[in-house]
Every structure is written in structure tokens, then in C-alpha cells.
């Protein structure tokens, strides 16, 4: 075989963390020296998987969960360390505080709107997810594997989604379709963590945060905009797939509100 000749390909096994190898050796290649190679490419891929999906690995193997914090764990083995939180919403009641530590010990972050593994949002992981997503669902040739990984490894924060790309491919490299855009999960919870202050904010009780409105509803702020890369007719659907709703209201009594608030 010619040095840098590929040895074998993958294809989809039984689970998505444990694809087969299939070795594309000639027939020269028989008994002991085929077993030697055979072993050795399994070994090399093994050590991939377990190395950049460690926090995946460690989910499927956490003999110590038990529960419901077990059934999360299998969930998010099943979804490559990705759920929307409203889809486990009922889980998530019922999580006791021990589950939700264990959980957070395997890497795993409970946030506003996602239960997810922040580690995993990451070129080499999200590539490894990817490829085995693609093997066990004949991704390789659809429009877009590999794509929205590049767009991750480039620092994109959200992207325009592309209508042509199977929508899977966003949610592998950690990215949320919302509207047009596809916005990281990690940059929606850090929206979250600026939307909570100016929500949980009431009136008479000190200042009010950046925007804040009336104890009930809030402002889009131009923060909220920057970190998503956002425009405000973007910023309306992205909220409205996250489960807010949008009410126009003039600016001038918008204004009143605010500086009869801040004056008070």
C-alpha cells in the first residue's frame, strides 16, 4: 500500500459512537498481518471518538446515574449533547438536585432554553459528530456536511441559514434555527443571561437594568443585537422561536414610560 493510501472507510454500526470499519486492503493482505491492520485502524478511531466525544463517551458509560438524570444522559447521547429544554420540560420538573449535580459533574449545562455540553461546541468535536450523524444516516453526500463546521471554525457566532443545507447539519455543530438565522446555543444562553436581569427587574425595587421596561416585558437592547450578529427584524423572529412574543409599542410612549420610571 502506498504511503498516505487510505487503509479503510467507515460506515454506519448499530450506534452512532461505534461506527464500523471496513478495510479497503487488497487481497494480498490476509490472516494475522490483515487482523494487525484491522486493529490498528480501529484502535486509531476508537481513540478519536473517545478522546474528542469524551464528555459523550463518559454520558453513555455513567453507570452511576440513576433515573431520571439517567434517561438525560441517554437522551443526550441520542442527540449528540444537544436538547431543546422545553422538549424534557417534564424531566426537567421532576430532576432532582443530586441528578442535576451529577450531570453537571459529566460536563452537561442546564441553561434557559437548551440542556446541552458546551465542550462539544467546537470544530474538531462538531466535526466528529457530524461525520457520524452523516454515517449512520447517509449524510456524506447531502447538501451542507461539513459546511456549517467551517462556519463554526471561522468563530461565526450566527449564520444566514442556507435553504438548500439539510437543517441537521446546524444543530451538529451546535447552532439553533431560528427564522433565518442559525444562532449558537451557547451565544442564546449568554442572551438569556441579559434578558433575566431586565425581566426579573420591578419597579421602585433600585435601578433599572438595561431593558428593562415595566417588571413584565423587556427591550431588545443593542447588546442582545451585537452578540448575536443580529439585525432587529432577525432579533424578532430568533425571540419568537426561543417562545417570547412581540408587542410594537410607539416610541414616544415608550419613552414616557421609561423616563417617568427612571425619575421616580
Not at 468535536?125 to 461539513?146: E, I, R
Amino acid at each position: 500500500v502506498p504511503i498516505g493510501a487510505p487503509i479503510g472507510t467507515l460506515v454506519g454500526g448499530d450506534e452512532a459512537l461505534k461506527p464500523r470499519l471496513v478495510l479497503l486492503a487488497d487481497e494480498q493482505l490476509t490472516g494475522p498481518a490483515r487482523d494487525k491492520v484491522a486493529s490498528r485502524a480501529e484502535r486509531f478511531v476508537n481513540f478519536q471518538i473517545e478522546s474528542l466525544l469524551k464528555p459523550l463517551v463518559d454520558l453513555k458509560n455513567a453507570d452511576q446515574l440513576t433515573g431520571i438524570a439517567r434517561g438525560i444522559a441517554f437522551q443526550l447521547v441520542e442527540h449528540f449533547g444537544l436538547i431543546n429544554r422545553r422538549d424534557i420540560a417534564e424531566e426537567m420538573k421532576s430532576l432532582d438536585q443530586e441528578g442535576r449535580a451529577a450531570l453537571r459533574r459529566l460536563g452537561v449545562r442546564f441553561g434557559a432554553y437548551h440542556v446541552f455540553v458546551p465542550a462539544l461546541i467546537k470544530p474538531a468535536p462538531a466535526g466528529l459528530v457530524t461525520l457520524l450523524w452523516a454515517l449512520k444516516n447517509d449524510g456524506k453526500d447531502k447538501p451542507g456536511f461539513g459546511d456549517v463546521v467551517h462556519a463554526l471554525a471561522s468563530g461565526r457566532t450566527s449564520v444566514v441559514i442556507d435553504p438548500a443545507f439539510d437543517k441537521t447539519f446546524y444543530k451538529l455543530a451546535g447552532y439553533r434555527n431560528l427564522g433565518r438565522r442559525a444562532v449558537r446555543v451557547d451565544i442564546l444562553e449568554r442572551l438569556a443571561d441579559l434578558i433575566r436581569p431586565a425581566t426579573n427587574w420591578k419597579p421602585g425595587l433600585g435601578q433599572r437594568p438595561d431593558g428593562a421596561y415595566d417588571g413584565h416585558a423587556f427591550m431588545v437592547t443593542p447588546p442582545m443585537m451585537s452578540i448575536l450578529g443580529a439585525t432587529a427584524d432577525d432579533m424578532e423572529e430568533i425571540l419568537k422561536g426561543l417562545g417570547y412574543r412581540s408587542e410594537a409599542k410607539p416610541a414616544a410612549e415608550v419613552k414616557a414610560k421609561l423616563d417617568a420610571q427612571d425619575n421616580a
